[in-house]
């Protein structure tokens, strides 16, 4: 009884998420990346314009291959870059060079202007510091995919077709 419980509690609290997603594909990979309606998407146009757009996907159109991107209708042919978090565990260690290369130069300054500390070595310790804060700032930055012969777009709809054999009408069910 405890486990018909929990499979209806886990049923009911897990993001039940819809059918239709945009796959952002790589060339001669397995792996893609799933995006769903409501997750925002960061893009830019083709063309000449220098603009990125930060729009929600309201909803996703297969048949037409137009995503509703708060509810204005982009062809995914229009769309020329994406940008992209980079994966978890680069982001977990640019949180920690940035958190270094912040905090090490906090200590530089204290120990060099408060504590007049001459064993300090400031310059190799400041540049240290800002190599440390550069590398996380890169790996933070999200990830600007080129969409073409590398990258590319697509969507995919999950449909359950109608059954070959139709259900018996209801009065043979009894």
């Known amino acids: 009884m405890r486990y018909l ?15 239709k997603m945009l796959l952002i594909e790589k060339a001669n990979r397995a792996r893609t990346t799933k995006m769903y309606v409501g997750e925002t998407l960061h893009f830019r146009l083709k063309g000449k314009e220098n603009y990125w757009y930060t729009r929600t996907i309201t909803d996703i159109l297969p048949e037409s291959n137009t995503l509703l991107l708060d509810n204005f209708p982009v062809k995914l042919d229009s769309i020329g870059m994406l940008k992209v978090s980079r994966r978890q565990v680069w982001r977990l260690f640019g949180a920690s060079f940035f958190t270094l290369g912040a905090s090490l130069a906090l200590a530089t300054t204290v120990g060099k202007v408060i504590y007049q500390d001459e064993n300090v070595d400031a310059p190799k310790l400041y540049a240290l510091s800002a190599v440390s804060l550069g590398a996380g700032w890169f790996m933070l930055s999200p990830r600007k995919l080129k969409l073409g012969e590398k990258f590319r777009l697509r969507i995919i709809e999950i449909k359950f077709p109608d059954p070959i054999i139709p259900p018996p009408p209801d009065d043979l069910r009894h």
């Open 5 to 19: 419980i929990l499979f209806i509690c886990i049923a009911l609290l897990s993001p039940a998420f819809g059918q």
